[in-house]
């Protein structure tokens, strides 16, 4: 089946498409909750994957601005679906086409895809998938409506995704899980020249698992018994792990968003030079807290910056000591809820599962307690529409009939249901 994915919660607008086959259970006896054996057997094949970056717009606030970004969804909504498509959804000229698709900033095809398809090709989807939240509402408005009119027109079964869900099963669309049939060519092109990563994929370490979601907006862990069924366990109490290296990258004024710069000058510098203070490592609960660390980014700043300049030298230690209290307290959480629910795998995804450090924590030390991790490929870290899309064909259950007037943005959801 076809899906086509909408994202518009933060400053992404994002459409995608997706042909899922399960070539085992027709899609009619299709009972996706807890069928983790079925995962195994899914083919996903990216058919577009294209996204809208609003980045540039919002650097100079340091900062998304709510009505901007809104703003921005408004004007890029239709030039990203059509690029989704691969046709146009408005009888629109030639002229106007051109026009409209030069003023969208950063329209990229985000991941690879398949070689063989023919985007014009794409008639309706059999389904549309739209992330109804978290998010931000004026955001959020813009691809439901979206979502919602198409599913009109086209009378096509309307779902909506939470944001956090995508995320979680994100990994899913990793060139090494996406392609995992016994028959399929291009693992056996990977298997036999080992130029690649194989897949580690295996549906039976998966449950329970437990999730960590760590973005810009979100810091949440959940334990995961199966797809659809989530208990959050933990969460942060003030600052998202992802706004933290936002704020601390505005501080040393080095730029937005801050995840990759910071962590970019971190490999240069001494993690262990400055001692920031890990919030809430040793605490009992499984919460987070990283506003407290960015006060302490702040004040060590203060005391530097009469002693003379901030050096290069300077700025790669802070980015160091920064990137390893944050490390360390996420890991030391995520470890901690791995062992009390003795879980058999843990998931990450999220922007800041894009940083490099914080994924070889995580990997060493659940190898060394024998638990499997998946995390998504850069690719996928940042916000897409590929991950709705999947997210959405795992609530396909719910979709026996197209009740796109029910569905309602809903900016503060959990990971919990
Ligand atoms: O998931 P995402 O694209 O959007 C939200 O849903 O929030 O996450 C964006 C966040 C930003 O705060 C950004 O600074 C952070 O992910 N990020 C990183 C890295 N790349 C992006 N954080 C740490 N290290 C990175 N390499
Ligand atoms: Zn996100």
Known sequence: MKILGLETSCDETAAATLQ???????????????????????????????????????????????????????????????????????????KIQTNLKS??????????????????QISKPDLIAVTQGPGLITSLQVGLQTAKTLSYVWNVPLIGVNHLEAHLWSFLLNQDTRYNQPFDRLRAYRQETNKLQTSNFKPQTLFPAIGLIVSGGHTEMALVKKIGQYKLIGRTRDDAAGEAFDKVAKLLGIGYPGGPIVSHFAKKG???????????????????????????????????????????????????????????????????????FK??????GGGVSANEALIENLRLKTENLGITFYHP??????????????????????????????????????LEY
């Open 270 to 340: 001494d993690p262990a030079k400055i001692d920031f203070p890990r919030p809430m490592i040793d605490s009992d609960d499984l919460d987070f807290s990283f506003s407290g660390l960015k006060t302490a980014v702040k004040y060590y700043l203060k005391d530097l910056i009469p002693s003379g300049s901030l050096s290069q030298a300077m700025i790669n230690d802070i980015c160091a000591g920064f990137q390893q209290a944050v490390t360390e307290v996420l890991v030391a959480k995520t470890i901690k809820a791995a062992q009390k």
């Open 103 to 120: 003023q969208i900033p950063n329209l990229k095809q985000i991941s690879n895809p398949n070689p063989r398809f023919n985007r014009g």
């Open 343 to 348: 879980v058999k795998s843990v998931i990450v």
């Open 20 to 94: 899922i086959t399960n070539p085992k259970f027709p899609l009619d006896s299709l009972r996706p909750l807890g069928a983790c054996r079925q995962i195994s057997k899914l083919k996903i094949q990216i058919l577009s994957n294209i996204v809208s970056s609003q980045i540039e717009i919002h650097q100079k606030y340091g900062g998304i601005v709510p009505e901007v970004a809104a703003r921005q969804h408004v004007e890029s909504i239709i030039p990203v679906l059509q690029e989704a498509l691969g046709y146009k959804i408005q009888d629109t000229t030639n």
């Open 377 to 414: 490929s850069k690719e996928f870290t940042q916000d897409n529409a590929a991950m709705v899309a999947l997210a959405g064909y795992f609530k396909l259950k719910t979709a026996s009939e197209n009740n796109w007037q029910k569905l309602t943005a809903e900016p503060n959801l959990l």
